[in-house]
């Protein structure tokens, strides 16, 4: 059965940081693609970070780049989203995702969310 389990969230206030984290279950985690998504009220899901499956590659979006960092530990199956100097923008449901592909099959699966509240 696969999983991905986040943790880490909740309520910062602006400046500060959280750090989140991802433990998969159920799949080769080493060979998957891993990133982290978040939406906003109102708005829709967006690509945060991705990371490749050795971990060698990163890329952000432009909102976040300078703040956010995405990693991986390969032996623990986890992936983490280390985020500083937030703002109230980053106010959002963070959920970890895991791509990958098989022969001609691709995979894709979801955690169930982690809220992140940046206010004062």
């Known amino acids: 059965q696969v999983q991905l389990v986040e943790s880490g969230g909740g309520l910062v206030q602006p400046g500060g940081s959280l750090r989140l984290s991802c433990a998969a279950s159920?799949?080769?985690?080493?060979?998957?693609?891993m990133s982290w998504y978040r939406q906003a009220p109102g708005k829709e899901r967006e690509l945060v970070a991705a990371?490749?499956?050795?971990?060698?590659?990163?890329n952000y979006v432009d909102s976040v780049k300078g703040r956010f960092t995405i990693s991986r530990d390969n032996a623990k199956n986890t992936v983490y989203l280390q985020m500083s100097s937030l703002k109230p923008e980053d106010t959002a449901v963070y959920y970890c995702?895991?791509?990958?592909?098989?022969?001609?099959?691709?995979?894709?699966?979801w955690g169930q969310g982690t809220l992140v509240t940046v206010s004062s």
């Open positions: 995702n895991a791509k990958g592909q098989a022969g001609s099959r691709e995979y894709d699966y």
């Open positions: 159920g799949f080769t985690f080493s060979s998957y693609v």
């Open positions: 990371i490749t499956r050795t971990g060698l590659l990163t």
